[in-house]
């Protein structure tokens, strides 16, 4: 049974920064591809950033200021967040593609206060 924990979420002032994490288990190997997406109030889910080996992919909106990265050894993917702007408040979601199977963490809130 594939399982995504996520830690890393809370409070933060604009202009600070957090980390999130998250470790996958019960893949039969290294998750293909590893990821973050987002969700703002009454809005549709959105894509933060994918790592897949060494290629990484931003939105837009994160770039320059957010950065993805992986340990395989670990099977974990972190989300570095700099410069955090109010507007970044969302539950933050975990996604990996393993076992040929996409999977999504529970959610960890990331709030920015002004």
């Known amino acids: 049974q594939v399982e995504l924990v996520e830690s890393g979420g809370g409070l933060v002032q604009a202009g600070g920064s957090l980390r999130l994490s998250c470790v996958a288990s019960?893949?039969?190997?290294?998750?293909?591809?590893m990821g973050w997406w987002r969700q703002i109030s009454g809005k549709q889910r959105e894509l933060v950033a994918l790592i897949r080996g060494e290629h990484t992919n931003y939105a837009d909106s994160v770039k320059g200021r957010f950065t993805i990265s992986r340990d395989n050894a670990k099977n974990t993917v972190y989300l570095q967040m700099d410069s955090l702007k109010p507007e970044d408040t969302a539950v933050y979601y975990c996604?990996?593609?393993?076992?040929?199977?996409?999977?999504w963490g529970q959610g960890t809130q990331v709030t920015v206060s002004t």
């Open positions: 996604y990996i593609l393993g076992n040929n199977s996409p999977y």
């Open positions: 019960g893949t039969s190997s290294s998750p293909d591809i």
